[in-house]
Nanobody, 120 residues
């Protein structure tokens, strides 16, 4: 079955950096666009970034724009989220998701998330 497993979260001071990873298995990775989302306590899920299957196109929204960079390694079936200049308001559970582009409802598969905590 399809699995998406995030890693790389943790506690970091404001201004610091983290690189999140999402390892995918059970799917033809390069056929899927991949996205990163986040959800803070008491808040809704927020889109952060997405990357096309071949890595040629990226898209960002929200506060991470200009500070976060999404990338992928199709040989390793991994998508990354490099986060720089972190702020306390970036504290959230970060999820990756896979989108085949064929379903009616957007992303097909979701990971369990990795917690990022930014201290001031």
């Amino acid at each position: 079955q399809v699995q998406l497993v995030e890693s790389g979260g943790g506690l970091v001071q404001a201004g610091g950096s983290l690189r999140l990873s999402c390892a995918a298995s059970g799917l033809t990775f390069s056929s899927y666009s991949m996205g990163w989302f986040r959800q803070a306590p008491g808040a809704g899920r927020e889109f952060v970034a997405a990357i096309s299957g071949n890595g040629g196109s990226t898209y960002y929204e929200g506060p991470g724009k200009g500070r976060f960079t999404i990338s992928r390694d199709n040989a390793k079936n991994v998508v990354y989220l490099q986060m720089n200049s972190l702020k306390p308001e970036d504290t959230a559970n970060y999820y990756c998701a896979a989108d085949s582009g064929k379903g009616p409802g957007g992303y097909d598969y979701w990971g369990q998330g990795t917690q990022v905590t930014v201290s001031s």
